[in-house]
């Protein structure tokens, strides 16, 4: 079983920027794709980036040329910055891992593990 935790997150004004990162307990993400995830009160869990086992990124178009997501190796982490916030960008963020095939990765159905999430929001 593979368990995440996030960090980061909080509150912001729009404009603004912040860092989440994800950890995973007792393995590495070496071989497996970990993806950035969002939901806003009422809506649906919305992919927000990813990046695979080589590193190969990927963005919702919500947030290209906003976030960029990294993983460092040495600290088996991922991180993902968040730059030029909006009040829309609000939502708790979940990052999650598994082996999704390319069709999957901006799916939630291509991840089986996922961490508890981490509020972010970002005031007008």
């Known amino acids: 079983q593979v368990q995440l935790v996030e960090s980061g997150g909080g509150l912001v004004q729009a404009g603004g920027s912040l860092s989440v990162s994800c950890a995973a307990s007792e393995r590495t993400f070496r071989g497996y794709t970990v993806g950035w995830f969002r939901q806003a009160p009422g809506k649906e869990r919305d992919f927000v980036s990813a990046?695979?086992?080589?590193?190969?990124?990927y963005y919702s178009d919500d947030v290209k040329g906003r976030f960029t997501i990294s993983r460092d190796s040495a600290h088996n982490t991922v991180s993902m910055q968040m730059t030029n916030l909006r009040p829309e960008d609000t939502a708790v963020y979940y990052c999650?891992?598994?082996?999704?095939?390319?069709?999957?990765?901006?799916?939630?159905?291509?991840?089986?593990?996922w961490g508890q999430g981490t509020q972010v929001t970002v005031s007008s």
């Open positions: 999650a891992t598994g082996r999704p095939i390319t069709s999957m990765i901006r799916s939630v159905g291509g991840y089986p593990y």
């Open positions: 990046v695979s086992w080589n590193r190969y990124t």
